[in-house]
T-cell receptor, first 111, second 113 residues
Framework: EDQVTQSPEALRLQEGESSSLNCSYT??????LFWYRQDPGKGPEFLFT???AGEEKEKERLKATLTKKESFLHITAPKPEDSATYLC????????????FGDGTTLTVKP | NAGVTQTPKFQVLKTGQSMTLQCAQD?????MSWYRQDPGMGLRLIHY???????DQGEVPNGYNVSRSTTEDFPLRLLSAAPSQTSVYFC????????????FGPGTRLTVL
């Protein structure tokens, strides 16, 4: 059974204080690992897709990395507008179209 | 493009009632999925479809039915609502192939009394 575990559950940062969110996964035959951002009362919004160990993707203050067991979402010098819940999801080669999500990390950035 | 649309946005049901949550996408995506999200939790997959006429169960399918007669529409039916089905429901679609990012609708907030 595919499993995705995100940590920490909640993270409070001061503006400008860099940190990382973790997504550990156990799957057979990873097709892709996805990061989404979800604002309160809204649907998740796509951030990154990673396909193989060693891959990195960047967007503004966010950088996602992937190893064979986990992914990190690094947040550099965060701003209050980065406050949101960040969700990690995986898809396997055997079940394209089927995603398994973690429970998310809720990030709060204080000015 | 409207993207992924869901109706209604809010719904209150009594235990035992049935209803259909509507989901439509105008991006010609092959894959569509239904998720539920309970407070403080991530998304749990209810049912998904890899194309018109093809559906499969996710993690939590009990109490829900789906069908996919067209590429655009993927309705979710609650057969006999129970308080445990109180949740926020999200529909998503994605294109098939490498980089198949999911695009989510705005959600339906369902309360079962």
């Amino acid at each position: 059974e595919d499993q995705v575990t995100q940590s920490p559950e909640a993270l409070r940062l001061q503006e400008g204080e860099s940190s990382s969110l973790n997504c550990s996964y156990t799957v057979s035959g990873l097709r892709g690992l996805f990061w989404y951002r979800q604002d309160p009362g809204k649907g998740p919004e796509f951030l990154f897709t990673l396909y193989s160990a060693g891959e990195e993707k960047e967007k503004e203050r966010l950088k996602a990395t992937l190893t064979k067991k986990e992914s990190f979402l690094h947040i550099t010098a965060p701003k209050p507008e980065d406050s949101a819940t960040y969700l990690c999801a995986v898809q396997t080669r055997a079940n394209a179209g089927k995603s398994t999500f973690g429970d998310g990390t809720t990030l709060t950035v204080k000015p | 493009n409207a993207g992924v649309t869901q109706t209604p946005k809010f719904q209150v049901l009594k235990t035992g009632q049935s209803m259909t949550l509507q989901c439509a996408q105008d991006m010609n995506h092959e894959y569509m999925s239904w998720y539920r999200q309970d407070p403080g939790m991530g998304l749990r997959l209810i049912h998904y479809s890899v194309g018109a006429g093809i559906t499969d169960q996710g993690e939590v399918p009990n109490g829900y039915n789906v069908s996919r007669s067209t590429t655009e529409d993927f309705p979710l039916r609650l057969l006999s609502a129970a308080p445990s089905q109180t949740s926020v429901y999200f529909c998503a679609s994605s294109p098939r192939g490498v980089g198949d990012t999911q695009y989510f609708g705005p959600g339906t907030r369902l309360t079962v009394l």
